[in-house]
């Protein structure tokens, strides 16, 4: 099986990982930020394809957050 999305996903990978984001950094650009351990109090992960991880909220809401790789921040949350 092919994924299409794969080059795209590749290239937003790429982008967020190149600047190395502070959170301050994230917040001004994306609003609120989690860290691994916020992520794992608010939200219940389903699914990780990077940039991206499919998760729901503890209010039942379910969505889309990115996330860089080191340091590990999640943003931009989605709702479905």
Do not use: C
Not at 6 to 16: A, G, K, L, Y
Not at 18 to 35: F, I, P
Not at 57 to 77: A, E, I, N
């Amino acid at each position: 099986m092919t994924d299409q999305t794969e080059s795209i996903r590749r290239e937003m990978t790429r982008n967020i990982n190149a600047v190395e984001g502070s959170r301050e950094y994230l917040e001004a650009k994306h609003g609120q930020v989690w860290d691994t351990t916020q992520l794992q109090q608010e939200f219940s992960v389903e699914g990780f394809l990077a940039p991206f991880v499919l998760v729901r909220k503890s209010d039942g809401v379910r969505g889309t957050l990115k996330f860089q790789h080191d340091p590990r921040f999640y943003f931009g949350f989605e709702p479905e």
